[in-house]
Nanobody
């Protein structure tokens, strides 16, 4: 059984930082590209960042580029999202997701991912 568990969310002031973690189990982690998505109330879940299975390539939404960094530690079966210079518009529930590699490099759509965590709330105050 695959399980993804996010942690590290919380309340932070604008300009502050948070580091999210996602611990994976039930899969050979190093074989799975991973992504972070977020969903604000009343809005569609949107892509934030993704990382290839080896960690060799990363992808970011324009809205977070230069502020967020995705990384992974395959030895720990964990993917991270370092969030700096946070803005109120970053407020959302953040989800990590695992994408089964089927020979494509599409990472920005929710339907590309097979497993999802429960989400962790990030709230950025003004």
């Amino acid at each position: 059984q695959v399980q993804l568990v996010e942690s590290g969310g919380g309340l932070v002031q604008a300009g502050g930082s948070l580091r999210l973690s996602c611990a994976a189990s039930g899969l050979t982690f190093s074989m799975w590209p991973m992504g972070w998505f977020r969903q604000a109330p009343g809005k569609e879940r949107e892509f934030v960042a993704a990382i290839t299975n080896s960690g060799g390539s990363t992808y970011y939404a324009d809205s977070v580029k230069g502020r967020f960094t995705i990384s992974r530690d395959n030895a720990k079966n964990t993917v991270y999202l370092q969030m700096n210079s946070l803005k109120p518009e970053d407020t959302a529930v953040y989800y990590c997701a695992a994408k089964y590699y089927r020979g494509n490099d599409y990472y920005t759509r929710t339907y590309e991912y097979d497993y999802w965590g429960q989400g962790t709330q990030v709230t950025v105050s003004s």
